[in-house]
């Protein structure tokens, strides 16, 4: 799938499927994701890699899927948040310029 303004999503579908997952399970042991708990298997295609302090690779908590879902969503939250940020201002500026129309027809304000 492809979106407008940005990259094309990866069909990452077949990764999920049932029989892939078994034999991931058998071959690299299963990790539950913290998010789903859908018991996946312990690499690197599903979960992504962090680094900790002793310099060694680790695997997160959560699945590929869960964390892309969560940046997704913060991701549309921080735009909706400067959406109804313009809104305000754009909103306080029509109403000054039409405190000021309003006070100058009636000629209580003098340029």
Not at 24 to 41: N, Y
Not at 96 to 101: A, G, K, L, N, P
Request: glycine share 10%.
């Amino acid at each position: 799938m492809t979106k407008a303004g940005g990259r094309p999503r990866v069909d990452d579908s077949w990764l999920y499927d049932t029989e892939t997952v078994r034999i991931g399970v058998l071959l690299f042991g299963a990790r539950p994701c913290t998010d789903c708990g859908l018991p996946l298997p312990a690499c690197s295609d599903y979960f992504s890699p962090s680094k900790n302090g002793d310099g060694f690779a680790h695997l997160k908590s959560a699945c590929k899927r869960c964390t892309a879902a969560r940046y997704r969503g913060a991701n549309r939250q921080r735009k909706q948040r400067g959406r109804d940020e313009a809104k305000a201002v754009r909103l306080v500026h029509d109403l000054c310029v039409r405190t000021s129309r309003m006070l100058d027809l009636r000629g209580l304000v003098r340029p």
